[in-house]
């Protein structure tokens, strides 16, 4: 395609898709480069919210009509299937949806905390082993925690805290990704004009942090809280491995335990998929009231000029 | 032999991956749950429905042991992670545990031998189911729970509608398949899955196949033997001809073609009815039930696909509890009635099997009542079988292997020595020694 441009000398910019066709150049092809990648794109959020879809209508589907029924063909089920899930053993689900929201919330707000604190510290003061730490943990972005579930396990039995709350909680405030997060964003948002100024007005360290840094760093603890909050809200191996106490379980290891009752006993479907949709619903909300604080990001970096 | 079942090398190997058992090694202090003068309290990981309301019968009768349970979802995971537990020494006091998955347990010291507190049940079970439970030792490892011995299913109508009648031996099944596709091109008698490998298995043990065995201090596979050969061949041939079809089980289409009659017959355990009943409900009354073809006629064997038992972990601090439990859940006429009833499962004992709760066809079989009556004949014909320390390994080479030849309809034959060197291969590199 690259072939058909006309050389440089021609002109300094190719118009944007779109716009002022009919000039030399003529507007086959700027549509014909446009094309393409929304053709990928559409493609791609098919992709992406075809399952989502799939969910949705198999979700009011009944037992009987989830696999006779056309696919995308709407049930006529779905009272009937979420009344099914809350009687299920007692309710039990709504009991993982609270530990899903416990979890999935102190978790992200503790490890925002944490991330906002060691961000600040690594990216403001200047000490001695500044870059060893920020490597450190940012090698430990690289590392899966899939593969630190089992020793994270071992350590909290030895605490005598394995099938604990605490045992979910604790190997999740700490996210080297959010301190990198932290770190980068603390960088970028906040003057080091502006701390100066404080230290001057005689503001002491941690006042300079809570009333001047963490307002700035808004937006990205905000993106940190987002992160943290649906990365804890999918995990699940290290609670499938840290708990054996199924009125402790996470969303996602309930619902595997729907799934797989042995072999002489049929896989819920249709209550592990309601089970599922209902799931989605506390992260959409999330999403759409953490939205507008996103916003701010276009007036964080007003202060400089 | 018992020092070769508790080969420590096996241990570290199987389920812990990386850096755990360097921290185990520290781990020895984990048993701090000492015997307090109180009644007793026991956790109970299991996964059948309704085991909970199992438990609280018992709880009733026996207000000085206390049972909780801890539902968890079946499968290889639950071994990795009931094996993890262990390691830290934070096991349940009570497993339930898949017959296969019970030599992977007892080399990783996870089970307790039980043999003097339940040795007297042994004459509640059959041999062939029993012995599961033994490991060809003197030592109990579990007390046998549920078992599936195998049945061929099949539409009954349909059969009438294209005239073809129930196969007594394999070679009729054979035959059965090709008239069928002759008559009705687009259905297919049934289907070869390749994604439960417990089918396969349960077929060559009908066979006559024994996977695993010791050999001295040796372990023996025998995956790739004359009897699984002529089973794979079998399959494979059918499959290559087109005679039945290769698409896997349990997955919608399966379903639909279930439903809608496209397959009309199924090899199946006793629990199919429970799996027809949402793979197939349009289905209901149209199913029929009758022994496994024989590969010799006049003979009578079937093999066993499924089943779990209950076990006592080494790191119960009261074990003898664990194991009057485990016998009264697996033994007492209360108890079996409820597990049928509540968990839905087809109980071992063999009382139990002709019992009041199985007296009564299921419900999708109403039109075979003596369904049950039937099924206990046929569970009695179950044949031996016995299973190795690295089932998991050798099934995951089953689903790897067969999977591509199922598709590709090219015979099954270089996929079975593919299954047994890939297990023979995990048996060594895990530290046992194989015999050749």
């Given at each position: 395609m690259t072939t058909l441009a006309a050389p440089p000398s021609a002109r300094k910019r190719p118009p944007a898709a779109g716009t002022t066709p009919g000039t030399a150049q003529g507007p086959p092809r700027p549509r014909r480069t446009a094309l393409l990648p929304t053709a990928v794109l559409a493609l791609g959020a098919l992709y992406c919210l075809l399952p989502v879809a799939w969910v949705l209508v198999a979700s009011t589907k009944s037992g009987t009509e989830l696999f006779s029924t056309f696919s995308f063909l709407p049930g006529t089920g779905f009272t009937g299937n979420v009344t099914d899930l809350s009687a299920h053993r007692d309710g039990v689900y709504w009991q993982w949806m609270a530990n899903s929201l416990l979890y999935a919330g102190l978790g992200a707000v503790l490890s925002t905390a944490v991330s906002a604190c060691a961000g600040y510290a690594l990216a403001m003061y200047r000490f001695r082993g500044r870059e060893t730490v920020f490597h450190v943990i940012l090698a430990g972005v690289l590392v899966p925690p899939v593969i630190l579930a089992i020793p994270q396990y071992l350590l909290m039995a030895e605490a005598g805290m394995a099938d604990t709350r605490l045992s979910v909680l604790l190997p999740l405030i700490l996210s080297p990704y959010g301190v990198y997060l932290g770190r980068i964003y603390a960088r970028a948002a906040i003057p080091a004009e502006l701390i100066e100024a404080g230290r001057m007005d005689g503001a002491g360290e941690g006042r300079i942090f809570l009333r001047i840094a963490v307002p700035m760093m808004a937006p990205g603890l905000v993106t940190i809280f987002l992160f943290q909050f649906v990365a804890i809200w999918n995990n699940f191996l290290l609670p499938y491995i840290m708990l054996g106490d199924d009125t402790k379980f996470p969303m996602t290891v309930g619902l595997f335990t729907l799934l797989a009752q042995g072999s002489n006993t049929p896989a819920l479907y249709t209550l592990v998929i309601t089970g599922a949709l209902l799931a989605i619903a506390p992260l959409i909300a999330l999403f759409l009231v953490i939205q507008?604080?996103?916003?701010?990001d276009l007036l964080s970096g007003a202060v400089k000029s | 032999m018992s020092h070769l079942l508790h080969r420590r090398l096996a241990a570290t190997a199987t389920?812990?991956?990386?850096g755990a058992s360097a921290l185990t090694?520290?781990?020895?202090?984990?048993?701090?749950r000492a015997a307090d003068s109180g009644p007793v309290s026991l956790t109970y990981w299991a996964w059948a429905p309704g085991m909970d309301k199992v438990a609280d019968l018992w709880n009733k009768k026996n207000p000085d042991i206390k049972v909780t349970v801890r539902k968890q979802a079946s499968g290889d995971d639950l071994v990795t992670k009931i094996i993890t537990a262990a390691k830290a020494h934070q096991a349940p006091d009570l497993v339930q545990a898949e017959y296969q998955a019970l030599p992977t347990l007892v080399t990783n010291d996870?089970?307790?031998?039980?043999s003097g507190e339940?040795?007297?049940?042994?004459?509640?079970?059959?041999p062939g189911v029993w012995q599961q439970t033994t490991l060809g030792t003197d030592a109990v490892y579990a007390v046998p729970q549920d078992s599936g011995p195998m049945m061929f299913y099949y539409r009954a109508d349909l059969f009438t509608q294209y005239g073809l009648t129930v196969p007594t031996t394999w070679d009729e099944f054979a035959r059965t398949a090709r008239a069928l596709k002759k008559k009705a091109p687009d259905k297919a008698l049934t289907t070869f899955s390749s994604n439960d490998a417990g089918l396969f298995a349960g077929l060559a043990q009908q066979a006559g196949a024994r996977w695993w065995a010791i050999d001295g201090e040796k372990w023996k596979v025998a995956i790739d033997d004359p009897a699984t050969r002529k089973v794979a061949d079998f399959w494979g041939g059918l499959v290559a001809e087109g005679a039945v079809d290769n698409q896997p089980m349990y997955t919608p289409a399966w379903n639909k073609a279930l439903n809608t009659g496209k397959q009309i017959a199924w090899v199946s355990a006793v629990w199919a009815p429970g799996t027809l009943t949402t793979a197939a409900p349009d289905t209901k009354g149209k199913w029929a039930m009758a022994p496994l073809p024989q590969w010799t006629k006049g003979q009578n064997a079937t093999g066993s696909w499924g089943g779990s038992s209950t076990a006592v972990t080494n790191d119960s601090d009261h074990k003898a509890a664990a194991a009057t439990f485990a016998t009264w859940l697996n033994t007492d006429p209360e108890a079996l009635n409820a597990l049928v009833r509540e968990g839905g499962i087809y109980p071992a004992a063999t009382t139990a099997q002709t019992g009041d709760a199985l007296a009564k066809a299921p419900d999708f079989f109403a039109n075979q009542p003596d369904f049950y009556t039937r099924a206990a004949e046929i569970a009695k014909t179950t044949a031996p079988s016995s299973w190795g320390p690295n089932v998991n390994v050798a099934y995951a080479a089953f689903k790897d292997r067969f999977g591509a030849a199922a598709k590709a309809r090219s015979g099954f034959g270089a996929a079975l020595t593919g299954m047994q060197d890939a297990t023979v291969a995990d048996l060594k590199k895990q530290g046992f020694e194989v015999a050749p």
């Open positions: 507008r604080f996103w916003s701010l | 389920a812990v991956a990386l090694a520290c781990g020895s202090s984990g048993g701090d996870v089970l307790a031998d039980i339940v040795g007297d049940a042994k004459g509640k079970f059959a």
